[in-house]
Nanobody, 117 residues
Framework: QVQLVESGGGLVQPGGSLTLTCAASGMIFSNYIVAWYRQAPGSQRELVASISSGGSTNYADSVKGRFTISRDNAKNTVSLQLNSLKPEDTAIYYC???????????WGQGTQVTVSS
């Protein structure tokens, strides 16, 4: 069955870095648009970054210049490098993979990122 598993979250001090990884199984991963979303307590889930099957990337304004999304189709993984972390980056980070034809939309279980001194 299709599965997305996030890893790499944790507690980090402001200004620190983390690398999140989304590992996919049960799908032809290279065909999918993959995105990272986040949801802070009391807030809606928001798009952080996405990467197309061809490698084009898109970022939320709040993370541009600090976060970098990349994919390794041979390993069926997408990574999100988080640098210069701020307390407002604290959230559960979710991996999403979607396909337009046929319509497919999958979510991982999320990984917690906490930025605090």
């Amino acid at each position: 069955q299709v599965q997305l598993v996030e890893s790499g979250g944790g507690l980090v001090q402001p200004g620190g870095s983390l690398t999140l990884t989304c590992a996919a199984s049960g799908m032809i991963f290279s065909n999918y648009i993959v995105a990272w979303y986040r949801q802070a307590p009391g807030s809606q889930r928001e798009l952080v970054a996405s990467i197309s099957s061809g490698g084009s990337t898109n970022y939320a304004d709040s993370v541009k210049g600090r976060f970098t999304i990349s994919r390794d189709n041979a390993k069926n993984t997408v990574s999100l490098q988080l640098n210069s972390l701020k307390p407002e980056d604290t959230a559960i980070y979710y991996c999403n993979a979607r396909l337009a034809i046929p319509i497919r939309n999958y979510w991982g279980q999320g990984t917690q990122v906490t930025v605090s001194s």
